[in-house]
C-alpha cells in the first residue's frame, strides 16, 4: 500500500488562500484514485474533493466549489489541494487519502485504504 504524508497547513485569516501537498511513496501513485477529507474538534470526517486516477475528473463538497481545486501529479507521486477565499468553518484537520479505486461512494471515508497522518488548517475570522 501506498504511503502518504500532507503537508502546507498553517493558521490564516478569513479569505486568505492556502495550498496543502500530500507525497505518495511505496507504491505507484497514477494507479490510485485520491481524495481529501477533512475532520474538526468533535465531527466527523467529512470528504472535501477527489480526482480520478484515469480521467482526472474530480467532485467537491458543495460548500467548497469555486473556492478549492484538487489537482495531481502523477510523475511527482504528488496531489494537491489549493484553498482559496477561506473562512472560519473551513477550520479542521486535512487528511490525504487514496484507493486502487473508488466508485461512486467516493465521499464515503471509508472506501480509502490508505491514509495520512494529516496536517490542520486554522482559519480565524
Known amino acids: 500500500q501506498v504511503q502518504l504524508m500532507e503537508s502546507g497547513g498553517g493558521s490564516v485569516q478569513a479569505w486568505d488562500s492556502l495550498s496543502l501537498s500530500c507525497t505518495a511513496s511505496?507504491?505507484?501513485?497514477?494507479?490510485?484514485?485520491m481524495a481529501w477529507f477533512r475532520q474538526a474538534p468533535g465531527k466527523a470526517r467529512e470528504f472535501v474533493a477527489t480526482?480520478?486516477?484515469?480521467?482526472?475528473?474530480?467532485f467537491y463538497k458543495d460548500s467548497v466549489k469555486g473556492r478549492f481545486t484538487i489537482s495531481r501529479h502523477n510523475d511527482k507521486n504528488a496531489l494537491y489541494l489549493q484553498m482559496d477565499n477561506l473562512k472560519p468553518e473551513d477550520t479542521a484537520r486535512y487528511y490525504c487519502?487514496?484507493?486502487?479505486?473508488?466508485?461512486?461512494?467516493?465521499?464515503?471515508?471509508?472506501?480509502?485504504?490508505?491514509w495520512g497522518q494529516g496536517t490542520q488548517v486554522t482559519v480565524s475570522s
Open positions: 480526482i480520478r486516477k484515469n480521467s482526472g475528473e474530480t
Open positions: 511505496g507504491g505507484t501513485f497514477s494507479r490510485y484514485d
Open positions: 487519502a487514496a484507493d486502487p479505486w473508488i466508485g461512486s461512494r467516493f465521499a464515503e471515508h471509508a472506501e480509502y485504504d490508505c
